[in-house]
């Protein structure tokens, strides 16, 4: 397949202090004791996309993330990692590693995908219907602790933030409409001409953007280089590409054919056009039709791959969607985490040190190492490797990473511990951060606070 | 039903008893409310015009009559008489299965005032039953209602408020003219796709269009997946409870159906009432609502897809007609020479003779004419008793009923010839022109009246009127013709060839394939910059309680407050009352007033087509020039002044490109106009001074008139210090 492949793996997001820092950017916060990174990298080498470029947000992340590569996969795959500045955007990105992309088409995905679908299959969608533009689109997560199981009323009252507006066409392939952003806070305003080549649209509000697409190179690069206010390729380059859909002469004429032959979005030639539809053995798209009715018009298609609603994908984007994460991976979507569960449907790894009375319930992970003391409970929760945790401590819905201490009596419930930060005696924590290193006194008790040093 | 009846069956049997035993009533609206036949509707009420040589209102009643309706309320208006006339003398009187009853009256003008009039007689005599059936008379349908009439019973009965059932069918608009092929404008409608209900309807006028489709956010709160569907037409077929005459009833404002019922509705969302849509596949429903849709129609029933209701059979005590090869249909007593061409899907009526060389194509002829030799006729539609002698030719016409068309005489594409006008030997009628006996009503006001002139119903006297006529006014149609050219009003012409019965024409095409090109370049500039200044762009916002939600529903209100004083030229101190009793429902500060109001003019500012930022600026200077003084009347306080600029920089932000460049010039304008205060601007400058930098783009871009006029204003209290020394 000639597709080259681009991971937009961040820098240290705001979104996510305390939990990245200057030691672990985004890309390798541990899901389940493994980089989120991982994920993605997995999920590609099972589509056999083995040609990456993995884009990282600030130099010193880059060689962090660099560094972990090298080292996880080397032998697998062919990564190349690239360092863009700060802040400049997902567009900002791809415009700034512009001159690493050759192949005719590009699947760009987010790092922080984790996800059980194939990328392979929106290559697919994107090859045959030869689209400008193909974004993959699934169910809405539904956030927040979710207690599985007996939990039905609770999840009533839960209604999904609505994340994107989506408008597709009758057969669902092409997207029409795109609103995301502050755009979905105000009245959806539908372009009439497409509408009407369209004839029909659904409007979705139940559908998100996952942040996998994949752009016919040549385009995508035109738009980088005719709009250069663009940042965002989800908030700016695909609505845009929706909205120009049906007049896309804007940028047909400059280029013309390019050197292997391959015509864009713009196929002159009448004949091609008709072996297409007939390769593609339907009806022609609403695109073509509204082509024929306007002779002087160049139209090109922006797709959508809508994942089965079984299908697993969240993005990592938020704090609330890092436990989120964790949680599912060890818990409704364990065949993610690629690892064996025992028959209590949790993983302890067979250094981990138990103690006596000790429960660990299932769903939960002990990493390698980790040592937990007398009398504790572990639910729901993932440990990472070499922890240490005294007695009498509860843990519920909760992340401890790497090479965390934990003092005797402390109860810990929908928190974040990060590595190398310590607990004393008897604290007791609800909906917390605690930054990597940082040391909370013994006996305190707090609620819903970050810690971090300043 | 026997095992129904004992026990705790007992209740729910009686009920669907009482249901079945209900009576299925239709109410039947003879009259369109409104000009599209004219001049023809002058002499004659738009249901007993034929189609293919059938009454339209047979049509509607005779599909009523299988579709298991009982009893039909005959509403008639205009012309009532001949309505009552013609039912009395037809078979409809007597007809065993459906009792005809026709309501009378005069003051209706329109759908609603029709539907009030019910309402006022249904609190008399109680008529209306139950859910019942809303139709024109001038529907051609075969739709089975039956089932429809029951889906929407036990709606009702799971949910109060579905009080209506609409009947949409698929058919794809033009992508060029943005018609339909009825004629109609093309229709926006949106419908939740599980429960069918109807979210928003909207007809739009092509002149009118704007580029795109609004739909409100709370449409979308509530519903996870809409259909929004452009390739429907709207069959203004309804099912309707009682709910909806008392809700004319309630709204005494509301005259049409659709843009005041449905939008109301919808709109303003009355006690919840909802509206549901029922999509038909098979079956065949179209409203004749135009003289295009007429030729359509025309051609449906000639090609079956009304069927049973097509010529060869008789639905209404019509005389079938034989059906040939082609399409053709013919009387057994029409008289055709040989030599005569008589091509695919015409209808030929009883008693008509056709001469030597005559061409015939795509036409439908009536009884008792007489067509001389060499005539062409294609694509048009002579009614009865209409003699056409040797050699005209006539191309996509109307020609009612006893019209003579002398020799020679050429009709040119969408003429539409009146009763009994005489087109005189060698003429060439023009295309499009519409011509009749009578005079054309001087006072057009509104689209919103009565089929008929009140003034000219007396004068459809035939016998006495025409042979005066005939000698005064004989030129405009050759020496020897009778009847008047009508003239286009003003700023139809354009639209004439939309609703004509002529194809359209290809430069016309032609026309209209550019003005789309323009129109999307054009609203692709207006569209805004989407979200290019947004910072974080994986950040995605969660939160969906917006605080601001009251004050968006109020500015909203308020716009549209501001809209409809613009459109129909309201006062501004009624303006003023109506928006007080909005900041009063809406809980809002006098100084939100001052911002929403500001709002509304600088909204209108920008919708107003414009290619520059001069030209903008333009808009607004004279909508703000116009509406001074409601400005005025919101702004006085300093803190609504502040407020106003805040607004007026709120929304820069949300469309720099276009807002942008005008700043500081509508800031120097309200300043100028004494809308604004120095003090105020000089007060945002200050409380701005210490804001981000990304906040004071707007403040930089008016620097140097901020410096002016703190120049001015020092000179001044210098001055005034001079004063007091």
Same mark, same amino acid.
């Given at each position: 397949?000639?597709?080259?492949?681009?991971?937009?793996?961040?820098?240290?997001?705001?979104?996510?202090?305390?939990?990245?820092?200057?030691?672990?950017?985004?890309?390798?916060?541990?899901?389940?004791?493994?980089?989120?990174?991982?994920?993605?990298?997995?999920?590609?080498?099972?589509?056999?996309?083995?040609?990456?470029?993995?884009?990282?947000?600030?130099?010193?992340?880059?060689?962090?993330?660099?560094?972990?590569?090298?080292?996880?996969?080397?032998?697998?795959?062919?990564?190349?990692?690239?360092?863009?500045?700060?802040?400049?955007?997902?567009?900002?990105?791809?415009?700034?590693?512009?001159?690493?992309?050759?192949?005719?088409?590009?699947?760009?995905?987010?790092?922080?995908?984790?996800?059980?679908?194939?990328?392979?299959?929106?290559?697919?969608?994107?090859?045959?219907?030869?689209?400008?533009?193909?974004?993959?689109?699934?169910?809405?997560?539904?956030?927040?602790?979710?207690?599985?199981?007996?939990?039905?009323?609770?999840?009533?009252?839960?209604?999904?933030?609505?994340?994107?507006?989506?408008?597709?066409?009758?057969?669902?392939?092409?997207?029409?409409?795109?609103?995301?952003?502050?755009?979905?806070?105000?009245?959806?305003?539908?372009?009439?001409?497409?509408?009407?080549?369209?004839?029909?649209?659904?409007?979705?509000?139940?559908?998100?953007?996952?942040?996998?697409?994949?752009?016919?190179?040549?385009?995508?690069?035109?738009?980088?280089?005719?709009?250069?206010?663009?940042?965002?390729?989800?908030?700016?380059?695909?609505?845009?590409?929706?909205?120009?859909?049906?007049?896309?002469?804007?940028?047909?004429?400059?280029?013309?054919?390019?050197?292997?032959?391959?015509?864009?979005?713009?196929?002159?030639?009448?004949?091609?056009?008709?072996?297409?539809?007939?390769?593609?053995?339907?009806?022609?798209?609403?695109?073509?039709?509204?082509?024929?009715?306007?002779?002087?018009?160049?139209?090109?298609?922006?797709?959508?791959?809508?994942?089965?609603?079984?299908?697993?994908?969240?993005?990592?984007?938020?704090?609330?969607?890092?436990?989120?994460?964790?949680?599912?991976?060890?818990?409704?979507?364990?065949?993610?985490?690629?690892?064996?569960?025992?028959?209590?449907?949790?993983?302890?790894?067979?250094?981990?040190?138990?103690?006596?009375?000790?429960?660990?319930?299932?769903?939960?992970?002990?990493?390698?190492?980790?040592?937990?003391?007398?009398?504790?409970?572990?639910?729901?929760?993932?440990?990472?490797?070499?922890?240490?945790?005294?007695?009498?401590?509860?843990?519920?819905?909760?992340?401890?990473?790497?090479?965390?201490?934990?003092?005797?009596?402390?109860?810990?419930?929908?928190?974040?511990?990060?590595?190398?930060?310590?607990?004393?005696?008897?604290?007791?924590?609800?909906?917390?951060?605690?930054?990597?290193?940082?040391?909370?006194?013994?006996?305190?008790?707090?609620?819903?606070?970050?810690?971090?040093?300043? | 039903?026997?095992?129904?009846?004992?026990?705790?069956?007992?209740?729910?049997?009686?009920?669907?008893?009482?249901?079945?035993?209900?009576?299925?009533?239709?109410?039947?609206?003879?009259?369109?409310?409104?000009?599209?036949?004219?001049?023809?509707?002058?002499?004659?009420?738009?249901?007993?015009?034929?189609?293919?040589?059938?009454?339209?209102?047979?049509?509607?009643?005779?599909?009523?009559?299988?579709?298991?309706?009982?009893?039909?309320?005959?509403?008639?208006?205009?012309?009532?008489?001949?309505?009552?006339?013609?039912?009395?003398?037809?078979?409809?009187?007597?007809?065993?299965?459906?009792?005809?009853?026709?309501?009378?009256?005069?003051?209706?003008?329109?759908?609603?005032?029709?539907?009030?009039?019910?309402?006022?007689?249904?609190?008399?005599?109680?008529?209306?039953?139950?859910?019942?059936?809303?139709?024109?008379?001038?529907?051609?349908?075969?739709?089975?209602?039956?089932?429809?009439?029951?889906?929407?019973?036990?709606?009702?009965?799971?949910?109060?408020?579905?009080?209506?059932?609409?009947?949409?069918?698929?058919?794809?608009?033009?992508?060029?003219?943005?018609?339909?092929?009825?004629?109609?404008?093309?229709?926006?409608?949106?419908?939740?796709?599980?429960?069918?209900?109807?979210?928003?309807?909207?007809?739009?006028?092509?002149?009118?269009?704007?580029?795109?489709?609004?739909?409100?956010?709370?449409?979308?709160?509530?519903?996870?997946?809409?259909?929004?569907?452009?390739?429907?037409?709207?069959?203004?077929?309804?099912?309707?409870?009682?709910?909806?005459?008392?809700?004319? #009833?309630?709204?005494?404002?509301?005259?049409?159906?659709?843009?005041?019922?449905?939008?109301?509705?919808?709109?303003?969302?009355?006690?919840?009432?909802?509206?549901?849509?029922?999509?038909?596949?098979?079956?065949?429903?179209?409203?004749?609502?135009?003289?295009?849709?007429?030729?359509?129609?025309?051609?449906?029933?000639?090609?079956?897809?009304?069927?049973?209701?097509?010529?060869?059979?008789?639905?209404?005590?019509?005389?079938?007609?034989?059906?040939?090869?082609?399409?053709?249909?013919?009387?057994?007593?029409?008289?055709?020479?040989?030599?005569?061409?008589?091509?695919?899907?015409?209808?030929?009526?009883?008693?008509?003779?056709?001469?030597?060389?005559?061409?015939?194509?795509?036409?439908?002829?009536?009884?008792?004419?007489?067509?001389?030799?060499?005539?062409?006729?294609?694509?048009?539609?002579?009614?009865?008793?209409?003699?056409?002698?040797?050699?005209?030719?006539?191309?996509?016409?109307?020609?009612?009923?006893?019209?003579?068309?002398?020799?020679?005489?050429?009709?040119?594409?969408?003429?539409?010839?009146?009763?009994?006008?005489?087109?005189?030997?060698?003429?060439?009628?023009?295309?499009?022109?519409?011509?009749?006996?009578?005079?054309?009503?001087?006072?057009?006001?509104?689209?919103?009246?009565?089929?008929?002139?009140?003034?000219?119903?007396?004068?459809?006297?035939?016998?006495?009127?025409?042979?005066?006529?005939?000698?005064?006014?004989?030129?405009?149609?050759?020496?020897?013709?009778?009847?008047?050219?009508?003239?286009?009003?003003?700023?139809?012409?354009?639209?004439?060839?939309?609703?004509?019965?002529?194809?359209?024409?290809?430069?016309?095409?032609?026309?209209?394939?550019?003005?789309?090109?323009?129109?999307?370049?054009?609203?692709?500039?207006?569209?805004?910059?989407?979200?290019?200044?947004?910072?974080?762009?994986?950040?995605?916002?969660?939160?969906?309680?917006?605080?601001?939600?009251?004050?968006?529903?109020?500015?909203?209100?308020?716009?549209?407050?501001?809209?409809?004083?613009?459109?129909?030229?309201?006062?501004?101190?009624?303006?003023?009352?109506?928006?007080?009793?909005?900041?009063?429902?809406?809980?809002?500060?006098?100084?939100?007033?001052?911002?929403?109001?500001?709002?509304?003019?600088?909204?209108?500012?920008?919708?107003?087509?414009?290619?520059?930022?001069?030209?903008?600026?333009?808009?607004?200077?004279?909508?703000?020039?116009?509406?001074?003084?409601?400005?005025?009347?919101?702004?006085?306080?300093?803190?609504?002044?502040?407020?106003?600029?805040?607004?007026?920089?709120?929304?820069?932000?949300?469309?720099?490109?276009?807002?942008?460049?005008?700043?500081?010039?509508?800031?120097?304008?309200?300043?100028?106009?004494?809308?604004?205060?120095?003090?105020?601007?000089?007060?945002?400058?200050?409380?701005?001074?210490?804001?981000?930098?990304?906040?004071?783009?707007?403040?930089?871009?008016?620097?140097?008139?901020?410096?002016?006029?703190?120049?001015?204003?020092?000179?001044?209290?210098?001055?005034?210090?001079? #004063?007091?020394?």
């Amino acid at each position: 397949m000639d597709f080259q492949v681009v991971i937009l793996a961040g820098g240290f997001s705001s979104n996510l202090v305390p939990l990245v820092s200057k030691e672990v950017p985004k890309a390798l916060l541990p899901v389940a004791n493994r980089p989120v990174l991982s994920y993605v990298l997995d999920l590609l080498e099972s589509s056999n996309l083995k040609d990456l470029i993995v884009v990282v947000e600030g130099e010193d992340a880059a060689l962090k993330v660099g560094g972990w590569i090298s080292s996880a996969c080397v032998d697998r795959l062919h990564v190349e990692v690239a360092a863009v500045p700060e802040n400049v955007g997902t567009a900002g990105a791809i415009r700034a590693i512009a001159h690493h992309l050759t192949a005719k088409d590009i699947l760009i995905l987010s790092g922080d995908i984790v996800s059980d679908i194939s990328p392979g299959s929106v290559a697919a969608t994107h090859r045959r219907h030869d689209a400008a533009v193909t974004a993959m689109l699934c169910a809405e997560p539904v956030s927040g602790p979710s207690e599985s199981g007996g939990a039905g009323g609770k999840d009533k009252t839960k209604k999904p933030a609505c994340y994107d507006i989506i408008g597709l066409d009758s057969s669902k392939q092409f997207l029409l409409y795109i609103a995301t952003g502050a755009e979905i806070k105000k009245d959806t305003r539908v372009k009439k001409s497409i509408l009407c080549a369209a004839g029909k649209m659904e409007i979705r509000s139940d559908l998100m953007d996952s942040h996998i697409y994949a752009f016919k190179r040549s385009v995508l690069q035109e738009v980088l280089d005719q709009k250069p206010t663009f940042r965002s390729l989800k908030q700016d380059v695909l609505p845009y590409l929706v909205r120009t859909q049906l007049r896309s002469d804007a940028f047909s004429d400059e280029k013309t054919v390019e050197e292997n032959g391959n015509g864009k979005n713009n196929i002159q030639n009448n004949e091609v056009v008709l072996s297409q539809i007939l390769s593609n053995a339907s009806l022609p798209s609403f695109h073509e039709v509204y082509e024929s009715g306007l002779n002087s018009r160049k139209t090109h298609k922006c797709c959508v791959y809508i994942a089965d609603g079984s299908k697993y994908c969240v993005r990592l984007n938020s704090i609330q969607a890092f436990m989120d994460v964790n949680r599912d991976v060890i818990g409704d979507a364990n065949h993610l985490s690629g690892y064996s569960f025992s028959a209590h449907h949790n993983i302890v790894h067979p250094s981990a040190e138990l103690g006596s009375k000790t429960t660990v319930g299932p769903h939960c992970m002990l990493g390698e190492g980790s040592q937990v003391g007398d009398k504790c409970s572990v639910k729901r929760s993932v440990i990472g490797r070499h922890c240490r945790i005294g007695s009498n401590v509860k843990i519920v819905n909760s992340v401890v990473m790497d090479h965390a201490t934990i003092g005797d009596g402390c109860s810990i419930q929908g928190s974040v511990i990060c590595s190398n930060a310590q607990l004393q005696e008897r604290v007791t924590l609800r909906d917390c951060q605690v930054e990597a290193g940082y040391v909370v006194c013994a006996g305190s008790e707090h609620k819903g606070e970050t810690f971090a040093r300043k | 039903m026997v095992a129904q009846k004992k026990g705790g069956g007992a209740r729910v049997s009686e009920d669907a008893e009482e249901q079945s035993r209900q009576r299925l009533q239709a109410i039947l609206l003879a009259d369109s409310f409104a000009t599209k036949f004219r001049p023809v509707t002058l002499e004659r009420p738009k249901v007993l015009l034929p189609i293919v040589n059938v009454p339209m209102i047979d049509y509607t009643l005779a599909w009523l009559e299988s579709a298991g309706i009982e009893e039909v309320f005959v509403f008639c208006c205009a012309h009532s008489m001949q309505v009552i006339e013609y039912l009395e003398n037809s078979e409809w009187y007597s007809h065993p299965n459906l009792v005809v009853r026709t309501i009378e009256s005069h003051k209706s003008i329109s759908a609603g005032d029709a539907l009030r009039y019910m309402y006022e007689q249904q609190t008399e005599t109680s008529q209306i039953l139950g859910d019942f059936v809303l139709v024109s008379g001038d529907t051609v349908s075969n739709m089975p209602l039956a089932d429809l009439i029951q889906e929407h019973r036990e709606r009702k009965k799971k949910d109060e408020k579905a009080i209506m059932t609409m009947v949409i069918k698929k058919s794809k608009s033009s992508s060029l003219t943005h018609q339909s092929r009825l004629g109609t404008d093309q229709l926006f409608i949106a419908v939740d796709p599980l429960t069918k209900q109807l979210l928003h309807y909207e007809e739009d006028k092509i002149d009118l269009a704007k580029g795109s489709v609004c739909l409100e956010k709370s449409l979308l709160d509530g519903n996870p997946s809409v259909l929004l569907f452009n390739d429907i037409q709207d069959c203004y077929i309804d099912i309707c409870s009682p709910e909806v005459l008392s809700l004319f #009833e309630d709204n005494f404002d509301y005259q049409q159906l659709r843009r005041h019922f449905v939008k109301g509705v919808l709109v303003d969302d009355i006690m919840g009432y909802k509206i549901f849509t029922h999509e038909i596949h098979s079956s065949y429903a179209a409203r004749i609502d135009n003289f295009r849709s007429y030729d359509t129609v025309s051609k449906d029933i000639i090609q079956r897809w009304t069927y049973p209701y097509v010529p060869d059979i008789n639905f209404s005590g019509n005389r079938p007609l034989k059906l040939g090869r082609q399409g053709t249909y013919r009387a057994c007593d029409a008289v055709q020479s040989r030599s005569a061409d008589v091509g695919a899907s015409t209808v030929i009526g009883y008693g008509t003779k056709i001469g030597n060389g005559d061409i015939i194509l795509n036409s439908v002829i009536g009884n008792g004419c007489s067509i001389g030799s060499n005539v062409v006729i294609e694509g048009s539609y002579i009614w009865n008793n209409v003699t056409i002698e040797d050699g005209c030719e006539i191309r996509n016409a109307i020609v009612c009923d006893g019209v003579k068309i002398r020799a020679g005489a050429v009709l040119q594409p969408g003429v539409v010839l009146s009763f009994n006008v005489v087109v005189g030997r060698d003429f060439v009628v023009p295309a499009y022109s519409k011509v009749s006996l009578l005079q054309q009503p001087t006072t057009e006001d509104s689209d919103e009246e009565l089929e008929y002139a009140e003034s000219s119903s007396g004068a459809v006297d035939h016998s006495s009127g025409v042979n005066l006529q005939i000698e005064s006014k004989a030129s405009e149609l050759g020496p020897d013709g009778a009847g008047y050219i009508w003239e286009v009003c003003e700023g139809a012409h354009d639209e004439e060839w939309k609703h004509s019965v002529a194809p359209i024409p290809k430069d016309k095409l032609a026309e209209i394939t550019q003005a789309i090109d323009d129109d999307d370049t054009e609203d692709e500039s207006v569209l805004p910059p989407s979200g290019e200044l947004k910072s974080d762009a994986d950040s995605i916002n969660t939160d969906v309680n917006d605080p601001n939600d009251d004050y968006y529903y109020f500015e909203k209100e308020v716009e549209g407050t501001f809209l409809r004083a613009i459109d129909e030229n309201i006062k501004v101190d009624l303006v003023t009352l109506e928006i007080n009793s909005l900041r009063l429902s809406f809980n809002m500060e006098s100084a939100d007033c001052a911002g929403a109001v500001f709002y509304s003019m600088m909204k209108q500012a920008v919708d107003t087509p414009h290619n520059s930022a001069s030209e903008l600026y333009r808009n607004a200077s004279s909508i703000m020039g116009k509406w001074k003084e409601l400005l005025g009347f919101y702004v006085k306080k300093i803190d609504e002044q502040i407020e106003v600029i805040m607004k007026f920089e709120e929304m820069c932000q949300e469309s720099p490109k276009e807002l942008g460049p005008v700043f500081t010039q509508i800031l120097h304008f309200l300043y100028e106009k004494d809308v604004l205060q120095e003090d105020a601007i000089l007060r945002w400058a200050e409380e701005k001074a210490g804001a981000d930098e990304a906040d004071k783009v707007y403040l930089k871009q008016c620097e140097k008139f901020i410096q002016w006029l703190k120049e001015a204003s020092e000179e001044e209290d210098e001055d005034d210090e001079e #004063e007091d020394s």
